[in-house]
Antibody, heavy 123, light 112 residues
Framework: QVTLRESGPALVKPTQTLTLTCTFS????????????VTWIRQPPGKALEWLAL???????FYSTSLKNRLSISKDTSENQVVLTMTNMDPVDTATYYC?????????????WGQGTLVTVSS | DIVMTQTPLSSPVTLGQPASISCRSS???????????LSWLQQRPGQPPRLLIY???NRFSGVPDRFSGSGAGTDFTLKINRVEAEDVGVYYC?????????FGQGTKLEIK
């Protein structure tokens, strides 16, 4: 059974750096799982989904155009974790942050998603 | 970035009746590998999103066959044959033909 769980602070202050960890089980994100990826997506309260970043099995990384200067994604294969950092947090970054697994080699699907973690940015 | 536009944004439906949601992309979603990377996701109230349809028309594992997807190029449709109470929620289309991936604004399906 594949599961993902997001963890991190529930509250951050403006200008601080947010670090979120996605801990997963039931699959691997290593060189012998070609096509696999983990991605981060966020959702402000009552609003639509916004794609943030993705890291592939071979450590390729991709970012949102509008946020790429503030985001960094990395993986720890031995710990089955993917970490997302976002610098210079602002109240507009208040959202539920989800991580999800996917596959994108001559195919594309994204499942399952974690339950999400709500991050509030406020002083 | 590819812009995904969904219509309608809200869809009141009678139980047992069909529902249809449209999604239009600002450019073709046909990849150089020949596949079209358009997905549909469902988000029930208080839940994370869940994949329903991938590559236009492929139902994901466990998705009821009352859900179907169609379309090509830049115009796509999600249809629900006979709406059930558990179908209430917000539906999103998503493109994965190029980075950055993008979502539609979401369509809220509610029961009349």
């Amino acid at each position: 059974q594949v599961t993902l769980r997001e963890s991190g602070p529930a509250l951050v202050k403006p200008t601080q750096t947010l670090t979120l960890t996605c801990t997963f089980s039931g699959f691997s994100l290593s060189l012998n799982t070609s096509g696999m990826f983990v991605t981060w997506i966020r959702q402000p309260p009552g609003k639509a989904l916004e794609w943030l970043a993705l890291i592939d099995w071979d450590d390729d990384k991709f970012y949102s155009t509008s946020l790429k200067n503030r985001l960094s994604i990395s993986k720890d294969t031995s710990e089955n974790q993917v970490v997302l950092t976002m610098t210079n947090m602002d109240p507009v970054d208040t959202a539920t942050y989800y991580c999800a697994r996917g596959y994108r080699y001559y195919d594309f699907w994204i499942d399952p998603w974690g339950q999400g973690t709500l991050v509030t940015v406020s002083s | 970035d590819i812009v995904m536009t969904q219509t309608p944004l809200s869809s009141p439906v009678t139980l047992g009746q069909p529902a249809s949601i449209s999604c239009r992309s600002s450019q073709s979603l046909v990849h150089s590998d020949g596949n079209t990377y358009l997905s549909w996701l469902q988000q029930r109230p208080g839940q994370p999103p869940r994949l329903l349809i991938y590559k236009i028309s492929n139902r994901f594992s466990g998705v009821p066959d009352r859900f179907s997807g169609s379309g090509a190029g830049t115009d796509f449709t999600l249809k629900i044959n006979r709406v059930e109470a558990e179908d209430v929620g917000v539906y999103y289309c998503m493109q994965a033909v190029q980075f950055p991936y993008t979502f539609g604004q979401g369509t809220k399906l509610e029961i009349k």
